[in-house]
């Protein structure tokens, strides 16, 4: 029965569901080509921590902001739109800079401009993606959609020392403007996507005022907390981001300080992670969990992570790569159980409300989880540090999906 049922499904790879996966594809490509590269030539050009420190807050000040403010606009308007207009924009942008490089024109303010931009820009466009991406799902598959959606994001990341080689033989002209025709290329399939949108009465308005805006805002914000379930989860969320803002600011400088050649243990250390994630994502896709104990999984999933990831530097390189590799597979069953669950239940015409507060929210926690633990680590060791996030982390995970657990498992526990 099960196996007939299983044949039943319709297929996940639709025309339009295939478009933007290649789309996807084509513009993770450009940025993880570029995207480290960015960070190494703001280092080499301002010759300053200050100055990078700058430009990595403009480059995140957004994600504080756009994601709330452009939440109700995309239950309003056309997403499948937004995404595509956003990545021709961004195509323009990035080869616009790679001309001004070429040309010596750079200064440290049109760098500092350029960066708000883009940071708004990603911002705004994760919202109206994750929004449009589960219309694009067909029933019953979204465990094995966004199986895939976790896998790519991940093995995106093995294009980091590709895009090192390549930035210290070409510099970052070259690769901004590869970046610019990956967006282009990913805009053009967008295109091609078919209007669903409108075939589900949705991203039709043409005169929208500010007072419908602030109802809808205010809205979101109700159903937020109406919806027990969902609540549970963000929180949880952001305690979780605010262990891995820990992470973000404590790991590379632990390697580089506790090993010879430390930036070549920490790159091949976190490759069992990418390696991890996308094993677990091939094997999600593969294996539907029962919808019965997916709570049981994720909640189980949730504590052993935090477990992992508090003691893993305490080990030797060989048992952290192990460690690393484990925290890869669970991590990508983490990500799909949560995604398609809640994706699978939020209605459509409230998805960019929902989206936009949770990626909102979680970057704060990221942001102050980076603050504190950079604080923690001028009076005690590194690895104590991490120890003591996660610890916090796995306390909020018995707390809230723990005691959360008649609010978070129906939700949890749904086909989807």
């Known amino acids: ?11 996940l790879w639709t025309r339009d569901f295939t478009i933007i996966t290649v789309g996807s594809v084509i513009s993770m490509f450009g940025n993880a ?3 480290f590269a960015i960070s190494l030539f703001v280092l080499d050009y301002t010759d300053t921590p200050l100055y990078y420190a700058v430009f990595v807050f403009l480059y995140t000040l957004p994600q504080l902001t756009a994601p709330l403010i452009a939440g109700p606009l995309m239950d309003r308007f056309s997403r499948r739109k937004t995404i595509y207009l956003l990545d021709f924009l961004t195509a323009a942008l ?3 800079i790679a001309l001004v490089l070429h040309l010596g024109l ?9 960066t708000l931009i883009i940071g708004t820009i990603t911002s705004t466009y994760q919202v109206a993606y994750e929004s449009f991406y589960p219309m694009l799902i067909t029933e019953g598959n979204f465990s094995r959609a966004y199986s895939i959606a976790g896998t790519l994001e991940t093995l995106s990341a093995v294009m980091v020392p590709v895009s090192l080689f390549l930035y210290k033989r070409f510099g970052l002209a070259p690769l901004l403007v590869c970046n610019g025709l990956c967006f282009l290329g990913a805009a053009l399939c967008e295109t091609r996507i078919s ?4 075939e589900k009465g949705l991203g039709s308005e043409e005169r929208y005022s500010f007072s419908a805006y602030w109802t809808d805002a205010k809205e979101g914000v109700r159903y937020l907390w109406a919806e027990k379930g969902l609540l549970c989860i963000t929180l949880y969320f952001i305690f979780n981001a605010f262990a891995n803002g820990a992470s973000n600011v404590i790991t590379l400088p632990y390697f580089k300080g506790a090993f010879e050649n430390g930036e070549w243990i920490y790159m091949t250390t976190w490759g069992f992670s990418v390696l991890g994630r996308g094993i677990g994502g091939l094997l999600q896709y593969k294996i539907k969990y029962p919808a019965a104990i997916k709570y049981a999984v994720a909640f189980l999933v949730y504590c052993v992570v935090n477990v992992l990831e508090g003691s893993y530097l305490f080990l030797p390189v060989n048992g952290m790569r192990a460690v690393c590799f484990l925290i890869g597979i669970l991590g990508v069953t983490s990500y799909t159980i949560r995604s398609s669950a809640t994706q699978s239940y939020v209605p459509h015409d409230k998805k960019g409300r929902f ?3 949770f990626l909102m929210l979680t970057t704060s926690g990221s942001l102050l989880g980076e603050a504190l633990a950079g604080a923690c680590t001028a009076f005690l060791p590194m690895r104590a540090v991490l120890a003591i996030f996660m610890g916090v982390t796995l306390l909020a995970a018995f707390v809230i999906i723990g005691g959360g657990r008649r609010h978070v498992k129906p939700l949890y526990n749904r086909e989807a």
Request: net charge negative.
């Open 355 to 357: 989206n936009g507060a």
């Open 1 to 11: 029965m099960e196996q007939q049922a299983k044949q039943d499904l319709p297929s």
């Open 195 to 198: 209007d669903v949108e409108k």
């Open 106 to 114: 750079m200064r440290f303010w049109l760098l500092a401009v350029w």
């Open 94 to 96: 990035d080869i616009g």
């Open 33 to 35: 080509l570029a995207g």
